[in-house]
């Protein structure tokens, strides 16, 4: 079983910053790709972020030059670095990942979430 918790989270005012972080721990030999969503009441949960193991990294539209992704294989960790806060950006975010076990694939994971708001 894999297990994805989340912190970093918090209430921030408009233009400021936050540090995101999300540690994968259980039964884990790789994770292929990481990532961070988010999800706002009455919203579809969208992606934030992703990165592979090879650093390939995709940002959605809104949040492209302002938050910065990365990941620490050996924490089994990825981070999200969000600068220049906007209201929109409030929301919870959840941590996500697609791990490999000994047999292979073991599965996409998802995270409890963490808490963001941004005032404006």
């Known amino acids: 079983q894999v297990q994805l918790a989340e912190s970093g989270g918090g209430l921030v005012q408009a233009g400021g910053s936050l540090r995101l972080s999300c540690a994968a721990s259980?039964?884990?030999?790789?994770?292929?790709?990481m990532g961070w969503y988010r999800q706002t009441p009455g919203k579809q949960r969208e992606l934030v972020a992703h990165?592979?193991?090879?650093?390939?990294?995709n940002y959605a539209d809104s949040v492209k030059g302002r938050f910065t992704i990365s990941r620490d294989d050996t924490k089994n960790a990825v981070y999200l670095q969000m600068n220049s806060l906007k209201p929109e950006d409030t929301a919870v975010y959840y941590c996500n990942a697609n791990v490999y076990n000994t047999h292979g694939y073991s599965g996409n994971y998802w995270g409890q979430g963490t808490q963001v708001t941004v005032s404006s």
């Open positions: 259980g039964s884990i030999v790789s994770i292929n790709r």
């Open positions: 990165i592979t193991s090879s650093i390939d990294t």
